[in-house]
């Protein structure tokens, strides 16, 4: 997964006879592997369990937009940015003791998210959220292979643990919305709390230790480079859409950033021993599979944000009834991801893909042209067009960055498969969000009776407008609230707009870039 490891079988020969799995009684591999599993689960759901609390977590603690994007992606650009060092510290100081870690820091920092008072405060919280998952996820594959020696059953075993992440990030919006409607925003994080207590228990006893008896150096000037330029380029992009315009702190900040991120990269090619590996890059299928998957999942993931939000604010949902309406999204996900082999063998990777990703572009055209949050039987089939087309490219596009890459690098390729998916979905709501928060900010119409600072208060979010209506005579508040309405469903049919504009451009690269390599 996140370690750039020798191939895998002799790995698994080599780390087997230190600590003995294939001595262990089959219930205790299998629960070795629902151990692990859960812990996925678990990291899928924090993806997006806070979606559908967002509009009432932010009537609490009042985040500005820039802060609010924060809050939902500052989870999954830190797993992203961490994944790959951690899996080479657990290479380094055993396995078990990294994921044990992971999972007492996963379930701290969820306590501390669940009673945060203030927008920075559960910034923090979910920033050490990420840490835990990053400690988690790198290292649970790599036991997976040391405890499953028969080779069938480890494919059973690294597909379960793979489904496991999927499934938690397509049910995160029912759970929070289930959870938020019974006992408030913050006992969407509370929740992880006695989970992980069991999963810690369990684990200490049933999990082995493993190391690779050779590990690879961890360059610490790599890590500062690649998590500072992230943050930096997305510190910018947050900027931008919270001032609705370009300043010098963002150019600046957005300048320092791509700087960072190209010395990352100049340096991963001239070291030994990279964090990453970007000669894989060179073969074109691998490139492109990745941009698939980054492409898709950022879209995804960022639907299932701004859906939930569009929803709540403009069609005045109750957070549990939001989350029930995207289930047939992520029904028709779970469909595209298991139908997703036959239909690669009847049409070939090439143009399953390329299909798949049109599907879904055009299932986000529909429902930007259409949409109505008044009538959700509109919505209804745009969102089955949208889940399977995105749960078939989810699964290919995977499937074609492991085949891609040589069996003796698939550690290194499944490293920066995991990487993708986590960093997709931070662009993804990064980069749509200062697309609606731009729309919503400069987009406002004239209210009357509205004074500059009720306006200028009303401009920051749909959140503050509705604080500033609380204190208005019924009309003007009414007035208000119809126009925030207004502006914010014109700023969600933006974003999808672009993100199928995306998407089409993805689609268009995957029919020409996947095509067969020509025999010589």
Same mark, same amino acid.
């Given at each position: 997964?996140?370690?750039?490891?020798?191939?895998?079988?002799?790995?698994?020969? !080599?780390?087997?006879?230190?600590?003995?799995?294939?001595?262990?009684?089959?219930?205790?591999? *299998?629960?070795?592997?629902?151990?692990?599993?859960?812990?996925?689960?678990?990291?899928?759901?924090?993806?997006? %369990?806070?979606?559908?609390?967002?509009?009432?977590?932010?009537?609490?603690?009042?985040?500005?937009?820039?802060?609010?994007? *924060?809050?939902?992606?500052?989870?999954?650009?830190?797993?992203?940015?961490?994944?790959?060092?951690?899996?080479?510290?657990?290479?380094?100081?055993?396995?078990?003791?990294?994921?044990?870690?992971?999972?007492?820091?996963?379930?701290?920092?969820?306590?501390?998210?669940?009673?945060?008072?203030?927008? %920075?405060?559960?910034?923090?919280?979910?920033?050490?959220?990420?840490?835990?998952?990053?400690?988690?996820?790198?290292?649970?594959?790599?036991?997976?292979?040391?405890?499953?020696?028969?080779?069938?059953?480890?494919?059973?075993?690294?597909?379960?643990?793979?489904?496991?992440?999927?499934?938690?990030?397509?049910?995160?919006?029912?759970?929070?919305?289930?959870?938020?409607?019974?006992?408030? *925003?913050?006992?969407?994080?509370?929740? $992880?709390?006695?989970?992980?207590?069991?999963?810690?228990?369990?684990?200490?006893?049933?999990?082995?230790?493993?190391? $690779?008896?050779?590990?690879?150096?961890?360059?610490?000037?790599?890590?500062?480079?690649?998590?500072?330029?992230?943050?930096?380029?997305?510190?910018?992009?947050?900027?931008?859409?919270?001032?609705?315009?370009? $300043?010098?702190?963002?150019?600046?900040?957005?300048?320092?950033?791509?700087?960072?991120?190209?010395?990352?990269?100049?340096?991963?090619?001239?070291?030994?021993?990279?964090?990453?590996?970007?000669? &894989?890059?060179?073969?074109?299928?691998?490139?492109?599979?990745?941009?698939?998957?980054?492409?898709?999942?950022?879209?995804?993931?960022?639907?299932?944000?701004?859906?939930?939000?569009?929803?709540?604010?403009?069609?005045?949902?109750?957070?549990?009834?939001?989350?029930?309406?995207?289930?047939?999204?992520?029904?028709?996900?779970?469909?595209?991801?298991?139908?997703?082999?036959? !239909?690669?063998?009847?049409?070939?990777?090439?143009?399953?893909?390329? +299909?798949?990703?049109?599907?879904?572009?055009?299932?986000?055209?529909?429902? +930007?042209?259409?949409?109505?949050?008044?009538?959700?039987?509109?919505?209804?089939?745009?969102?089955?067009?949208?889940?399977?087309?995105?749960?078939?490219?989810?699964?290919?596009?995977?499937?074609?960055?492991?085949?891609?890459?040589?069996?003796?690098?698939?550690?290194?390729?499944?490293?920066?498969?995991?990487?993708?998916?986590? &960093?997709?979905?931070?662009?993804?709501?990064? %980069?749509?969000?200062?697309?609606?928060?731009? !729309?919503?900010?400069?987009?406002?119409?004239?209210?009357?009776?509205?004074?500059?600072?009720?306006?200028?208060? +009303?401009?920051?979010?749909?959140?503050?407008?509705?604080?500033?209506?609380?204190?208005?005579?019924?009309?003007?508040?009414?007035?208000?609230?119809?126009?925030?309405?207004?502006?914010?469903?014109?700023?969600?049919?933006?974003?999808?707009?672009?993100?199928? %504009?995306?998407?089409?451009?993805?689609?268009?690269?995957? +029919?020409?870039?996947?095509?067969?390599?020509?025999?010589?």
């Amino acid at each position: 997964m996140s370690n750039k490891e020798a191939p895998v079988p002799v790995r698994a020969t !080599v780390e087997t006879a230190r600590t003995g799995p294939s001595q262990a009684p089959s219930k205790r591999r *299998w629960l070795v592997l629902a151990v692990v599993s859960g812990s996925l689960l678990l990291c899928g759901i924090d993806l997006t %369990v806070l979606h559908v609390a967002v509009p009432s977590m932010s009537r609490e603690l009042n985040p500005t937009p820039a802060g609010l994007l *924060w809050i939902v992606d500052v989870y999954s650009l830190t797993l992203a940015a961490l994944l790959v060092t951690c899996g080479t510290l657990g290479d380094r100081l055993g396995r078990r003791r990294m994921v044990l870690s992971g999972f007492a820091a996963f379930g701290l920092a969820s306590a501390a998210a669940a009673f945060a008072t203030s927008t %920075v405060q559960l910034i923090a919280a979910r920033a050490a959220l990420g840490i835990g998952a990053a400690m988690i996820m790198a290292s649970t594959v790599a036991i997976i292979r040391v405890v499953f020696t028969d080779q069938r059953e480890r494919a059973l075993a690294i597909g379960i643990w793979t489904s496991a992440h999927s499934v938690g990030a397509t049910i995160g919006p029912l759970v929070g919305g289930l959870v938020t409607a019974q006992w408030g *925003w913050g006992a969407v994080f509370l929740i $992880n709390v006695p989970i992980i207590i069991v999963l810690l228990a369990v684990g200490a006893r049933v999990i082995p230790e493993s190391k $690779n008896p050779v590990p690879r150096r961890w360059d610490l000037a790599s890590v500062a480079l690649s998590v500072t330029g992230l943050a930096c380029v997305v510190y910018a992009l947050k900027q931008a859409g919270e001032h609705a315009g370009v $300043n010098w702190l963002v150019l600046t900040t957005a300048a320092a950033g791509s700087l960072l991120l190209y010395l990352f990269v100049r340096r991963q090619r001239r070291i030994d021993e990279p964090l990453l590996d970007f000669s &894989l890059f060179h073969e074109r299928r691998f490139t492109t599979a990745t941009l698939c998957v980054i492409g898709c999942f950022g879209s995804y993931v960022a639907l299932l944000f701004f859906l939930t939000q569009w929803l709540q604010q403009v069609g005045e949902y109750t957070p549990l009834r939001a989350g029930l309406a995207l289930m047939p999204l992520a029904a028709a996900n779970a469909v595209g991801a298991i139908t997703a082999p036959w !239909v690669s063998s009847r049409w070939g990777n090439r143009w399953a893909l390329t +299909a798949a990703l049109a599907l879904f572009a055009a299932a986000l055209a529909a429902m +930007a042209i259409t949409g109505d949050t008044g009538h959700y039987g509109v919505l209804l089939l745009p969102l089955l067009g949208a889940g399977y087309g995105a749960g078939i490219v989810m699964t290919l596009g995977a499937d074609s960055i492991m085949g891609a890459a040589q069996p003796e690098r698939s550690g290194e390729a499944a490293a920066i498969q995991e990487t993708s998916f986590e &960093l997709g979905a931070g662009l993804g709501v990064a %980069v749509l969000g200062t697309v609606i928060a731009a !729309v919503y900010r400069t987009g406002l119409p004239a209210v009357p009776n509205l004074d500059p600072a009720q306006r200028a208060a +009303a401009e920051e979010s749909f959140s503050s407008a509705e604080d500033v209506a609380s204190g208005l005579p019924s009309e003007t508040a009414q007035a208000l609230l119809h126009a925030a309405r207004q502006v914010y469903d014109q700023g969600f049919t933006t974003v999808l707009a672009l993100a199928s %504009v995306g998407l089409v451009a993805t689609a268009t690269m995957a +029919a020409v870039m996947l095509r067969p390599l020509r025999k010589r």
